[in-house]
Structures are given as structure tokens and as C-alpha cells.
């Protein structure tokens, strides 16, 4: 350690930092100084250029770098659950991703290509590294919509930064504040722009960016402290350093004595509340769980004699400080007393239900997906689950049968639930799924679910995750799983939403009597509900085809019963005009060719007049286009009903306006046009 230009501090063990990581040892090995000319680069770049058609040489050898390196970095973090977005770790790949995606633009590639490139990689690093190859399609398609989605950003981007810079000369500094908006507004980051005025010898004011975003984060800080909540936190620190952790008590039971170590009141310390009184309690114990791993926090009671404390949630603050929330039914309650907790039984049965189910439909999703599926959030309720999960793209309703049959199939074997406590790399060692970006402790809890199925190779327990949550002693205790929606949260991310145990039960039941009241409304078996339906919609189709026909024939009748009866002729030109009423304006097209073969030379206007809107269609058979324009015509029937403009060609034209009332005038207006 250096402490003053004559003092210095030896290292108890003297040595030097070489520097040499793996590459720069295969580049010795290789023969060569030079990270990129080591096979493995190499014959990413050779992809790259056979992909570009660009010769990774000159000015072009950067990018052919950039691109090979940060290939490989972003195929690895999607492939150990990490997935683009704006904040983290999600911002961190997004970066690096579209780094790369910016040098395959500068190479002049105008579609996707970074996808393309996976192949290349997998080839040469999935053997020492197998979990490429099990998340393959979900780093192709990432990669595919990340840069799809990019090229819009950078076209809007590029073009901002060229507006604002167009006067710039080299040497000159661009905006901070313009890098910020393009950042802030257009997911356009700083070194992208740095990158884009570099071959102009132009860089970019950072004083002034890093004041804008100081700026920002103020705005959102002042924000933020002034709802309470930092208030608020900081209190926890206190608590615990004088009462330390809480005991959970919660595996083993749903009751427990207890006593009472803090109260915090309207965000400050007190010694006692009444009946009616919010507030949060601290105990040295506790069987209630805090919310934590997507599991909801715990609901119940805390007695001490005839006082009653209504527990209404549980969290749990810094790792390990469980804080009751709740409100005072009756008596008082002070720091000291000793108390009974107990949790309420149904509420916890049902939460221990939906996480055991949760991981059931875990592993069945990797089953039916394959092993690229991660957990990527959940929330765990007494009457619900909620499941996030990485996937690029819709499950189809044969996947979600299949993954469902498969959670059951263990539900029905009701095998004993064990839990373990073992060492982090004992546990994943183990085949144990832990989740990426959590954090663990040297021990963590291992909860074992089922026997493996044949689908499995050979695993003797279906699922086995680290797990801090509460669960049920057998897989037969969830009941059923059944399955009620499938969506998208985020760009490859699904969302699955399921109900087990009784939730299950009463859901499916609820769905049985409304096939049977629909059963009985058409007088069908509940078995034949599916063969009735499609054959009434068969039936409205045809009903409505003949209605349109109907209208159609109609509409093009005339007022009167002659064939010519409403054509007149102005100027010499034969003049036809009609408003249909109850006609949708979308079917004015097919009705205005018809009524181009009926009239055969002249001008048309159709009016139709629908829920008190009016659409306007005016046609112009072809010997008369080079004397009547149909745009200019329909601008003047629109403005009678209201409308603005219009559109189409000379023959025929489109507009609309709300006021169908003044149908007619609109038919005056262009008759007194043409008269004209």
C-alpha cells in the first residue's frame, strides 16, 4: 500500500498481478498478443463477415470485434436468467446488447443478424458450457426482438443526433443536455451517442448529461422521501440493533408465546396502543411468515388476555426483523406484555397449497419448454398463484394441458414434501433450482416435491428448489391444480395464473353450472354444448351474409318503384344519390361499384348513416375523371355532416362526419356543386 510518495506498505506476501486470465493464456499458447486471433474469436468473426459480407479489416475491424465479444457476453447472461431491461442487471445486457447491435448498423446491415450468430458460439463453447445449448431458443429470440425493437430506437435516435449536430465541426462539444433527452426519451444511451460523433472527432458535453440525470434522480429522491416511507425505513435499523432478529417459528407451527419487543406508530416508536389503533409489532418470535420469495405475508391474531391485535399482513424488514401490521379489536397492548400468536389457519393452508403448487408447475414447464424456463417473479396467495417465467414466446393450449396433467400426476402420487438444510454448493450440486440474482446465505433451506417421472431421465425427486417458504407435508395435500391464464408481463417473459386446492375446486365447479344454465338455455345435454354452439354461429353467418345481400339489393332498389326513378341529370351528367339508413359504412364500397354498373356514365353519392354517424362515399364512373374529381367532391359532403377532409382516388372517394342528420344537406351540397 502507498500511503505518502516516500512511505510504502509491503504486501505481507509479495507478488505481481500478471493480468494472465484465461484468454490471454490461450493467446500464449495460440502464438499470439492478441485476444481476437485466438480460435475462438476467430471463428466468430469469420461468422460475421460471412453473414456481413464485410471483410473484418481497416475500419471495420472494430466492429467485428465488438460484435464477436459482446455476442458471447450477452448470450451467457441470457442463458443464466438474465433478460433485457431498463434497470440492474436487465439494463447492463440491454447495453451491451445494443452496443454490438450499433456496430452490425455501422457494418451496413439493415435487418436482424446478431441471432444468426448464436450457432457460431454455441459451436465452439456449448460443449464446455451445456447451458447454451439448453437456453438456445430463449437467447435467439431475445436476441432477434432486442434488436428488431433497437432498430426502431436507433433510427429515431440517429436521426435526433443528426438534426442537433448537423452544424457541429470537429473539435466541437455536442449538447449534454440534448445526449440526456435522447437517453431519457428515447432509450438512446450516452455512449451510443459518444459512439456516433466519434468518427467526427465530436464529444459530448458528460459535465452536463451527468447534471441532467443528477437532476433528474433529485426530482424522483424529493419525490419519494416526501410519501413517508423513508421515514419510515430507517426505524427498522434501530429496532433491530436493540431487540436483534426475530425467531420464525412458522415451519413447525401456526401458534406460538411471544413477547412484545417494539411498537411503531404512525412511523415512531411507542409503548402501547388501544383499541383502534393502527400499528406495527415486533416480537421476539414468531410463527407468522413475513412476505418474502412471493409468498404473502401471514394474517391472524395476537392475544395477550382480552386484547385482541388483528394481524392483516406480515413482512419482513432487513433479512430476518418480522413486523406484524395490523389494528387493535379491543384492550391495549405495551412493550413487555406477553402474547399468544396465532396464525390464521385457513389463510396459511391455502398460501401453503399455491406454493407447493408453484413448484409442481415449475418443473412441468420445463418438461414441456425445456430447461431454458426460469422463474422470473411470483406471488403466492391463499386463493391464487401468479407465475413469471422466461419463455420468447405464447404457450399454445396443448402446452398448457400437458404442463398442467404433469402437476397433477404429482399431486395424485402424494409423496411426502421434505426439506433439508444444506450448504449452497451442496444444494445446487445436488440439482437443486436456485434462482438467479437472489441471495443466499451458506445454509439454505431445500424442498424436495414428488418422485421423478419417466419424462425426467432418471431424477429421483420431480422438483427439488431452495426454498424459504412455507409448503404441504404430502403433494396430495394441494388437491388439484388447474390452470386459468396464460399472457405476456414483457418481452420474453410469460405469465401463467392457476388455482389450487379448494380455489381449484370452486372455480372448476362455477364453470361446470355455467356449461350446464347454458346446457339447459339450449335445451341441449352439457355434452353437446360445443356441437350446438358452432352450429348457431354457422347459422348467424349465414343469417348475416343473407341480411347484407339483402340491404345490398335494397339500398340500390331506389325510393320509388321505377329503375331510374332518383336519377337526374345535371349539366348533362346523370346524377344518383342515396342515404341508406341502418348500413355500416365499411359496406359502401361493394355498393358503390354496383351502383357504378347500374348508372354506367355519371356521378354517385352514398350516404350511410349508422348509430347517428354519417359515411360518405362518392364515385365517378371512368369517362368523367378527367372533368370531376371524387376527393374534391366527398371534402364537400363531409363538411355538411360534419367531417373534415376525405380521402381516395378520382373515381371514388371516402369521408365521414358525426352528424348524420344532415344527410340530405350533404346530397344538396354536392348536387349544388355540380349545378354550379
Known amino acids: 500500500e502507498q500511503k505518502t510518495r516516500d512511505e510504502r506498505v509491503e504486501l505481507p506476501r509479495p507478488s505481481i498481478d500478471t493480468g494472465m486470465g484465461l484468454e490471454r493464456l490461450s493467446a500464449l499458447l495460440q502464438g499470439t498478443h492478441d485476444n481476437y486471433e485466438t480460435d475462438l474469436f476467430k471463428s466468430l468473426i469469420a461468422a460475421i463477415v460471412e453473414e456481413t459480407g464485410v471483410e473484418a479489416e481497416g475500419k471495420f475491424k472494430a466492429s467485428n470485434r465488438v460484435i464477436a465479444d459482446h455476442l458471447r457476453a450477452s448470450s451467457f447472461l441470457i442463458a443464466d436468467g438474465v433478460l433485457p431491461s431498463n434497470e440492474g442487471r436487465g439494463y447492463v445486457l440491454r447495453r451491451i446488447m445494443r452496443r454490438a447491435m450499433r456496430h452490425v448498423e455501422l457494418l451496413g446491415v439493415k435487418e436482424p443478424m446478431m441471432y444468426k450468430l448464436f450457432p457460431a458460439l454455441e459451436r465452439e463453447m456449448g460443449q464446455a458450457y451445456p447451458q447454451l445449448g439448453q437456453a438456445g431458443e430463449l437467447i435467439t429470440e431475445t436476441l432477434k426482438g432486442e ?49 456516433a460523433l466519434r468518427a467526427r472527432d465530436i464529444a459530448v458535453d458528460t459535465d452536463a448529461f451527468n447534471a441532467a440525470m443528477e437532476k433528474q434522480k433529485a426530482t424522483a429522491r424529493a419525490a419519494w422521501s416526501g410519501s413517508g416511507e423513508a421515514a419510515t425505513d430507517t426505524i427498522w435499523f434501530d ?13 413447525d407451527t401456526e401458534k406460538s408465546e411471544a413477547v412484545v419487543k417494539a411498537i411503531i406508530c404512525n412511523g415512531d416508536r411507542c409503548d402501547a396502543i388501544n383499541a383502534g389503533d393502527e400499528a406495527a409489532i415486533v416480537t421476539n418470535q414468531t410463527p407468522f411468515y413475513g412476505e418474502s420469495g412471493g409468498q404473502v405475508g401471514d394474517r391472524g391474531e395476537i392475544v395477550f388476555g382480552d386484547t385482541v391485535f388483528k394481524v392483516t399482513n406480515t413482512q419482513k424488514k432487513l433479512d430476518n426483523l418480522f413486523v406484524h401490521m395490523g389494528t387493535v379489536e379491543s384492550g391495549k397492548l405495551s412493550v413487555g406484555d406477553p402474547v399468544e400468536m396465532r396464525v390464521d389457519h385457513a389463510g396459511r393452508s391455502g398460501t401453503r397449497q399455491h406454493h407447493s403448487a408453484t413448484h409442481l408447475l415449475h418443473e412441468a414447464l420445463r418438461i414441456v419448454l425445456g430447461t431454458h424456463v426460469a422463474q422470473k417473479g411470483s406471488l403466492v396467495e391463499p386463493d391464487r398463484l401468479r407465475f413469471d417465467f422466461s419463455h420468447p414466446k405464447a404457450m399454445d393450449r396443448d402446452e398448457l394441458l400437458r404442463a398442467q396433467e404433469i402437476a397433477n400426476r404429482v399431486v395424485q402420487q402424494n409423496s411426502p414434501v421434505s426439506t433439508r438444510l444444506m450448504g449452497v454448493d451442496e444444494a445446487v450440486e445436488a440439482g437443486a433450482m436456485a434462482l438467479f440474482g437472489e441471495k443466499y446465505g451458506d445454509e439454505v433451506r431445500v424442498v424436495a416435491m414428488g418422485e421423478g417421472l419417466p419424462e425426467q431421465d432418471g431424477k429421483a425427486a420431480y422438483s ?12 396430495g395435500d394441494i388437491g388439484l391444480l388447474t390452470v386459468t391464464s396464460e399472457s405476456a408481463t414483457s418481452s420474453g ?63 340500390l332498389a331506389g325510393p320509388g318503384s321505377g329503375e331510374g326513378d332518383d336519377i337526374e341529370e345535371i349539366n348533362g351528367v346523370r346524377f344518383m344519390a342515396r342515404v341508406l339508413e341502418g348500413i355500416h359504412p365499411k359496406e ?21 348513416v349508422n348509430e347517428g354517424k354519417a359515411g360518405v362515399s362518392v364515385g365517378i364512373t371512368p369517362d368523367l375523371t378527367d372533368k370531376y374529381n371524387a376527393v374534391d367532391l366527398v371534402k364537400i359532403a363531409a363538411a355538411a355532416v360534419g367531417g373534415k377532409g376525405g380521402g381516395g382516388r378520382a373515381d371514388m372517394a371516402q369521408a365521414g362526419g358525426p352528424d348524420g342528420g344532415n344527410s340530405r344537406a350533404a346530397v344538396e351540397a354536392v348536387h349544388k356543386a355540380l349545378s354550379g
Open 147 to 195: 434488436e428488431i425493437r433497437f432498430r426502431k430506437t436507433l433510427k429515431r435516435g440517429l436521426k435526433m443526433l443528426g438534426d442537433e449536430s448537423g452544424d457541429l465541426k470537429a473539435g466541437d462539444k455536442f449538447s449534454g443536455d440534448v445526449a440526456f433527452k435522447l437517453y431519457d426519451t428515447y432509450g438512446f444511451p450516452l455512449d451510443l451517442t459518444q459512439d
Open 239 to 251: 429496532v433491530k440493533d436493540e431487540v436483534g432478529a426475530t425467531d420464525f417459528l412458522g415451519y
Open 464 to 475: 427439488l428448489e431452495l426454498c424459504g417458504g412455507t409448503h404441504v407435508n404430502r403433494t
Open 493 to 555: 417473459v410469460r405469465r401463467i395464473e392457476a388455482l389450487a386446492g379448494n380455489a381449484a375446486r370452486a372455480y372448476l365447479e362455477e364453470r361446470d353450472r355455467q356449461i350446464r344454465d347454458i346446457a339447459d338455455s339450449l335445451k341441449v345435454a352439457p355434452g353437446k354444448v360445443k356441437d350446438r354452439v358452432g352450429n348457431l354461429l354457422e347459422e348467424r353467418k349465414k343469417l348475416e351474409q343473407e341480411l347484407a345481400a339483402a340491404r345490398k339489393k335494397l339500398a
Open 588 to 608: 359502401l364500397r361493394g355498393l358503390m361499384d354496383d351502383a357504378k354498373k347500374k348508372l354506367q356514365s355519371g356521378i354517385i353519392v352514398l350516404i350511410a
